[in-house]
């Protein structure tokens, strides 16, 4: 599957039309311009952001007196979504746009010092009005092991921080009316939406929104929750032979739906991709396991994340895989009966079969009442779910 499939971000991308042009801006810091305005517009690795800032008014906003702290995504984090110039942004809702953007800085001073460590997912006010979610840990593990980064290295007792799911890859860069912290990858806030409506609009999950509705786990989706949905695109079960239609045929007596489709449901549970890697540093703990909600054979195994599925042993680094996390189904934690179409994929010495999410950009869409990521595989196949066998 291509990264970019159909609407990735709706509320930016509905209807953009990339126009790639040469960047008149300069590719080397200027580290003489000190307000966070200034230096974001200077620096060629920040240009998609501060075109984003300049279109929804918020640039001039940082460049005033006052105390500010700008979660800064990079370019690569843009071009994720597909954004690759900065008169991308013209075609954009600029009032959603202005939301999304207000809701990377906080109108005070956060220093990754301020940030209580060990504690999972602590609110901070933004400029936008919605209290984003951030996260600090320092590894428990010892001087055997090393972060495996896209471009470095870094040892296990380096800080994690992440903020609403994005991780901070660096941290603390003072400037005269506040700080800075750069980002991997865009925050993902829809104010007002259900993970119900979230899928609803999206036509590329249209097949997992069949499945839900037909096996009587749809409505609970517009619930209070919390919510973590695994959520598969049309192509990918396509690939298996399960389409609208097929979906449509099927007897629902002879499956047992909360394994079929609601395997790819946490619930009461709200997870960031990244929160994996925040309990393998605070406890080493490798992966999280919950039962299937009304299938007591099966639960779901959580591992991983952009950093915690890279982290091995050195003598293990030649098995390096980058995904942003991996889901799976078994009666055990390892080892176990996997189900669904996922393969065979390296985890340090160890080979477990299950299915990933590859593109950290299309993970960590943050609703009203939890979270939705993309799944690269199907969880559980038909034959696997019939009410008649067990797997």
């Known amino acids: 599957m291509r990264l970019l499939t159909g609407t990735l971000f709706a509320m930016l991308l509905f209807g953009l039309t990339a126009c790639e042009k040469p960047s008149i801006l300069l590719n080397q810091p200027n580290e003489d311009v000190r307000s966070l305005g200034g230096f974001i517009s200077n620096n060629y690795d920040y240009s998609l952001f501060a075109a984003a800032l300049a279109y929804t008014?918020?640039?001039?906003?940082?460049?005033?007196?006052?105390?500010?702290?700008?979660?800064?995504?990079?370019?690569?984090?843009?071009?994720?979504?597909?954004?690759?110039?900065?008169?991308?942004?013209?075609?954009?809702?600029?009032?959603?746009?202005?939301?999304?953007m207000a809701y990377h800085i906080l109108p005070y001073a956060l220093l990754e010092a301020n940030i209580p460590e060990g504690i999972v997912d602590l609110r901070y006010e933004t400029l936008a009005g919605e209290r984003l979610y951030?996260?600090?840990?320092?590894?428990?593990?010892?001087?055997?092991?090393?972060?495996?980064?896209?471009?470095?290295?870094?040892?296990?007792t380096d800080h994690a921080v992440t903020f609403s799911g994005a991780d901070a890859i660096t941290t603390d860069r003072i400037m005269s009316n506040g700080v800075m912290h750069s980002l991997a990858k865009l925050m993902k806030p829809f104010p007002g939406v259900t993970v119900q409506s979230w899928l609803a609009a999206r036509q590329q999950y249209s097949t997992f929104v069949a499945g839900l509705k037909k096996f009587g786990l749809w409505d609970e989706l517009a619930g209070e929750g919390p919510f973590t949905i695994f959520?598969?695109?049309?192509?990918?079960?396509?690939?298996?032979?399960?389409?609208?239609?097929?979906?449509?045929?099927?007897?629902?007596?002879?499956?047992?739906?909360?394994?079929?489709?609601?395997?790819?449901?946490?619930?009461?549970?709200w997870y960031f991709t990244l929160d994996n890697d925040f309990y393998l540093h605070l406890q080493r703990q490798w992966w999280y396991v919950?039962?299937?909600?009304?299938?007591?054979?099966?639960?779901?195994?959580?591992?991983?994340?952009e950093k915690a599925s890279s982290f091995?042993?050195?003598?293990?680094?030649?098995?390096?895989?980058?995904?942003?996390?991996?889901?799976?189904?078994?009666?055990s934690v390892a080892g176990g009966n996997y189900l669904g179409s996922g393969s065979s994929t390296p985890s340090g010495s160890s080979y477990y079969p299950y299915c990933v999410g590859f593109y950290r950009a299309l993970n960590d869409n943050l609703?009203?009442?939890?979270?939705?990521?993309?799944?690269?595989?199907?969880?559980?196949?038909?034959?696997?779910?019939?009410?008649?066998?067990?797997?």
Not at 370 to 390: I, M, N, T
Request: charged share 15%; hydrophobic share 35%.
């Open 57 to 100: 008014g918020l640039l001039d906003t940082l460049n005033n007196p006052g105390e500010f702290t700008v979660l800064a995504p990079n370019n690569t984090a843009f071009n994720e979504l597909g954004i690759s110039s900065p008169d991308d942004f013209q075609h954009m809702n600029r009032d959603s746009l202005r939301y999304v």
């Open 231 to 269: 959520a598969t695109q049309n192509d990918v079960y396509l690939s298996q032979g399960i389409t609208a239609e097929f979906i449509a045929n099927m007897d629902t007596s002879q499956y047992i739906g909360a394994r079929l489709f609601g395997a790819n449901i946490m619930y009461k549970k």
């Open 367 to 391: 609703c009203t009442n939890g979270l939705v990521h993309d799944l690269q595989g199907v969880l559980v196949l038909p034959d696997q779910a019939r009410s008649s066998d067990d797997f």
């Open 312 to 331: 091995y042993s050195t003598t293990d680094l030649q098995n390096f895989t980058r995904t942003s996390y991996s889901l799976g189904i078994s009666p």
């Open 134 to 156: 951030a996260s600090r840990v320092i590894s428990v593990f010892e001087g055997n092991y090393v972060y495996r980064t896209v471009g470095s290295t870094r040892t296990a």
């Open 290 to 305: 919950d039962a299937v909600k009304g299938d007591s054979t099966y639960k779901q195994i959580f591992f991983g994340s």
